[in-house]
């Protein structure tokens, strides 16, 4: 079944502790991109990536990590996270970022 | 920089009125047009699209959008809504070679 998939859907964790958020698809996408959800901003783009090794800002990069060693796995990486970081975060993947987005099920994030 | 707006934030309707969302968008060359879907507690997911062609677009469940490229403009409507259809509704822009750009959302809530 063609997929995005995520992990963890859900964490908390306290500010400074650093994490990880794993993004796969198995579509063979070239295009990859993070996205959070907030109340009333809608969804805004932190990092994106058009294919193996090539990454770019969003929106929103401030505080966030992102690579790119595979063309399957986009993971996100926040260093040293913060309460402002508090989101949902979804991953998404479509082929060469033409066409359509196939978005993964989101990662419910807190940051105490 | 390419932008979506989405002119209403929430819009609450009555089981079998008719809907029509707006969004408009900036950027005056070849556009690629969406219109997702969020329906509570689960991610995005694609409602129906716009690439070439016939400007009127069908989608899933009795959605169709419109565009009008005078007016920069990618309508969604449908004729009679359903308690089902409660959701937050999103539409987005690819144009160029930028990647995607997502409006703010429109929450639709539809009561009995």
């Known amino acids: 079944e063609a997929q995005v998939t995520q992990n963890p859907r859900y964490l908390i964790t306290v500010t400074g502790k650093k994490l990880t958020v794993t993004c796969s698809q198995n579509m063979n996408h070239e295009y990859m991109s993070w996205y959070r959800q907030d109340p009333g901003l809608g969804l805004r783009q932190i990092y994106y990536s058009m294919n193996v090794e090539v990454t770019d800002k969003g929106d929103v990069p401030e505080g966030y990590k992102v690579s790119r060693k595979e063309k399957r796995n986009f993971p996100l990486i926040l260093e040293s996270p913060s309460p402002n970081q508090t989101s949902l975060y979804f991953c998404a993947s479509s082929f060469r970022g033409r066409g359509v987005l196939y978005f993964g099920p989101g990662t419910r994030l807190t940051v105490t | 920089a390419q932008s979506v707006s989405q002119h209403n934030h929430h819009v609450i309707l009555s089981e079998a009125a008719s809907l029509e969302l707006g969004c408009n968008y900036s950027?005056?060359?070849?556009?690629?047009l969406f219109w997702y879907v969020q329906y509570p507690g689960q991610h995005l997911q694609l409602l129906l699209k716009?690439?070439?062609?016939?400007?009127l677009v069908k989608g899933i469940k009795g959605f169709e959008a419109e565009f009008i490229k005078s007016k920069f403009s990618f309508n969604l409507r449908k004729p009679s809504v359903q308690w089902s259809d409660t959701a937050e509704y999103f539409c987005a822009v690819i144009s160029g070679n930028t990647p995607l750009v997502f409006g703010k959302g429109t929450r639709l809530s539809v009561i009995a």
């Open positions: 716009y690439f070439s062609g016939d400007p």
């Open positions: 950027y005056g060359g070849t556009v690629n």
